[in-house]
């Protein structure tokens, strides 16, 4: 095979719980049984093609809980439901589909093992506020602030720092993909953690709800408040103060507000590497990381913002302040509290600054940007970079070529660099002493030419041609957008178990919505796919959002009958809420409830968030 290694130029089983509250909802949508279709996608006749919605949407929470109270005529049909769904439950699984061949991968279709591999379906549960732009409101604090008490909590950070014009509020209240868009009576942004410890601590007293928010980058809804405007939110812009640096040490101290990107320049000033990046590191803040346990594209070598934390401070519901800024690799003194509250998403408390860990910056990073010839080649690729780098490879992110021509066809200044067509792209990257790392990506990349298992490959011979490249990889999301509706996915598999996963969920999707076309993209070495999936070409935008529910089941499915888990790095909040109920063991939602309630027994923490009580 003729190699071609390219320069750039220089121009990226749930039981059912008993609740009062559930009951109604669920009386109500037992009313609105959808026909047996619901949610199939069908061809529509004449010269173009049409879709068309066979079905009717479930009421929204607020419905659901007026028809509750007034129908109750609708419980047997409620009764014959549930049964209906404990006789799904009985049923054994079928065996995944994977006999299909998805055209948008153009990956030969694979005969399942024998007996295997077979769907673990968790007991149906139907939920009148599965939607992902609905919400429950039942374990929400039921009182708003009044004008007095909206002067308290203003009083506590300032005038200048307390806003309550709704056109000044907007830009707190909205979800940049416009999934969610909230109300409140009042945004507070407090200086310091004693100013969060006094917010905290009138809103306890009072029962009023409230929700921490950083940089408003968050994917599913936890930064965002309801629609309902009971709850006051406590925004950390102002907490950005980089409290200290230790290099010595190999730690930095910061506020919660501090930009990720900021924290990298404090770290490379200091001559360390702060390694968590994400394409938002620009406005995302540390805060919002680690609330969330974010990972970024350097998890393969440096772990999540778990692994780079060493301590916290946290503001409790009540406004005591727990001061755990230590600056420790080892502490065996009980129960790690710090492990709590990283990926809480501000339900247990407010984390106003962190420790974090700081690493050795590399000498040289060489990037190569690889296609290859479909997505067999795909795992082994990554064995062999992880066996030629070891520990200097420090990304291994991959995406597919329809992505790919997504990104260069929407993103201004953006080209492909290559020049054929390929499946698959694989954005990879080695760090490590000047001229070793270059040394090992371009002895890398010959092996696997030799082996096919890539095409073609691009290296960067500078910053800037590095640079272009990862910009390739980070507008992937931004670039959906031109393509109409997109249906989103953060899903974790085992590393082994990718290519699986990719095959048995386009073939779930296809059955769903035929001409739908999954773009998924992801950081390879952690097992985290972002299994994203654009509307068909013709579709009404509105009827494929409204498939969001029935495809992300579908999907999930997909992922634990494989061992993985339905959220990565962006969260639950308020998205996957419900899912969490479905595909979690009664014993680890009771153990996550006794643990909520323990700190935050009034509930004020941002409530209809993660989990609901």
């Given amino acids: 095979m003729e190699r071609h290694w390219e320069v750039l130029s220089p121009e990226h089983d749930m039981v059912w719980q008993a609740d009062p509250q559930r009951e109604r909802q669920l009386e109500a949508a037992a009313a609105f049984e959808p026909a047996p279709v619901a949610g199939r996608c069908t061809p529509g006749d004449g010269a173009t093609r049409g879709w068309r919605m066979s079905g009717r949407s479930p009421p929204t929470s607020e419905s659901a809980a007026k028809a509750g109270e007034k129908a109750p005529a609708a419980a047997p049909a409620m009764k014959s439901r549930r049964a209906a769904a404990q006789r799904r439950a009985k049923t054994p699984a079928r065996a995944i589909n994977r006999n299909f061949c998805n055209r948008d991968f153009c990956v030969p279709a694979r005969m399942p093992d024998k007996d295997g591999p077979r769907v673990r379906r968790p007991v149906p549960v139907s939920y009148a506020n599965s939607s992902p732009f609905m919400t429950?409101?039942?374990?929400?604090?039921?009182?708003?602030?009044?004008?007095?008490?909206?002067?308290?909590?203003?009083?506590?950070?300032?005038?200048?720092?307390?806003?309550?014009?709704?056109?000044?509020?907007?830009?707190?209240?909205?979800?940049?993909?416009?999934?969610?868009?909230?109300?409140?009576?009042?945004?507070?942004?407090?200086?310091?953690?004693e100013e969060v410890s006094r917010l905290l601590a009138l809103a306890n007293a009072e029962g009023v709800g409230v929700v921490a928010q950083g940089g408003n980058t968050g994917l599913v809804g936890?930064?965002?408040?309801?629609?309902?405007?009971?709850?006051?939110?406590?925004?950390?812009?102002?907490?950005?103060?980089?409290?200290?640096?230790?290099?010595?040490?190999?730690?930095?101290?910061?506020?919660?507000?501090?930009?990720?990107?900021?924290?990298?320049?404090?770290?490379?000033?200091?001559?360390?590497?702060?390694?968590?990046?994400?394409?938002?590191?620009?406005?995302?803040?540390?805060?919002?990381?680690?609330?969330?346990?974010?990972?970024?594209?350097?998890?393969?070598?440096?772990?999540?913002?778990?692994?780079?934390?060493?301590?916290?401070?946290?503001?409790?519901?009540?406004?005591?302040?727990?001061?755990?800024?230590?600056?420790?690799?080892?502490?065996?003194?009980g129960y790690d509290l710090r492990d709590l509250f990283i990926g809480s998403e501000g339900t247990l408390g407010i984390i106003t600054a962190a420790t974090l860990r700081l690493h050795p910056e590399p000498q040289e990073r060489a990037t190569a940007f690889a296609a290859l010839p479909n997505l067999d080649a795909l795992l082994p690729f990554f064995r062999l970079a992880e066996t030629h780098a070891g520990s200097a490879l420090t990304a291994f992110e991959f995406m597919s070529g329809l992505l790919l021509a997504f990104v260069t066809r929407h993103i201004p200044g953006t080209r492909r660099p290559l020049a054929g067509e390929a499946p698959w792209f694989v954005l990879l990257e080695i760090s490590g002493a000047q001229g070793n790392a270059s040394a090992?990506?371009?002895?890398?990349?010959?092996?696997?030419?030799?082996?096919?298992?890539?095409?073609?490959?691009?290296?960067?011979?500078?910053?800037?041609?590095?640079?272009?490249?990862?910009?390739?990889?980070?507008?992937?999301?931004?670039a959906q957008k031109g393509e109409g509706g997109s249906i989103k996915h953060d899903i974790s598999v085992p590393v082994s178990r990718i290519p699986d996963f990719l095959v048995s969920a386009g073939d779930a999707v296809e059955r769903i919505c035929p001409g739908a076309r999954p773009v998924p993209f992801g950081h390879f070495g952690d097992g985290n796919v972002h299994y994203n999936i654009s509307q068909p070409p013709g579709m009404a935008r509105e009827a494929f959002l409204a498939l969001w529910d029935t495809?992300?089941?579908?999907?999930?499915?997909?992922?634990?009958?494989?061992?993985?888990?339905?959220?990565?790095?962006?969260?639950?909040?308020?998205?996957?809420?419900?899912?969490?109920?479905?595909?979690?063991?009664?014993?680890?939602?009771?153990?996550?409830?006794?643990?909520?309630?323990?700190?935050?027994?009034?509930?004020?923490?941002?409530?209809?968030?993660?989990l609901e009580l």
């Fill in 551 to 610: 495809m992300a089941r579908a999907v999930h499915d997909v992922v634990v009958s494989l061992g993985g888990s339905i959220s990565a790095e962006h969260g639950i909040g308020r998205l996957k809420r419900d899912e969490l109920v479905r595909v979690k063991s009664p014993v680890e939602i009771d153990l996550m409830r006794r643990i909520k309630t323990a700190l935050d027994p009034k509930g004020i923490l941002n409530p209809g968030k993660l």
């Fill in 222 to 333: 936890g930064q965002i408040p309801s629609a309902a405007g009971t709850e006051i939110v406590v925004s950390l812009a102002r907490m950005n103060r980089i409290r200290s640096v230790d290099p010595a040490g190999s730690t930095i101290t910061v506020e919660a507000g501090v930009t990720l990107a900021d924290a990298q320049h404090a770290a490379r000033a200091a001559g360390r590497l702060f390694p968590l990046s994400l394409a938002s590191e620009g406005s995302a803040t540390i805060g919002g990381c680690l609330a969330t346990n974010a990972g970024g594209v350097a998890v393969l070598s440096y772990g999540t913002a778990r692994a780079l934390t060493s301590g916290l401070e946290v503001v409790l519901a009540d406004g005591r302040v727990w001061d755990g800024l230590k600056a420790l690799k080892k502490d065996n003194t």
């Fill in 136 to 193: 429950s409101s039942s374990d929400r604090p039921a009182t708003a602030p009044d004008a007095r008490l909206i002067a308290r909590f203003a009083a506590i950070v300032g005038a200048d720092h307390a806003i309550t014009d709704t056109s000044e509020q907007a830009p707190f209240l909205r979800e940049w993909r416009d999934l969610y868009v909230g109300r409140t009576p009042l945004i507070v942004k407090p200086g310091s953690t």
């Fill in 440 to 478: 090992l990506r371009d002895s890398l990349l010959a092996r696997a030419a030799e082996e096919g298992l890539i095409t073609d490959a691009a290296v960067a011979a500078s910053l800037q041609q590095a640079a272009d490249l990862w910009r390739l990889r980070e507008a992937a999301s931004e």
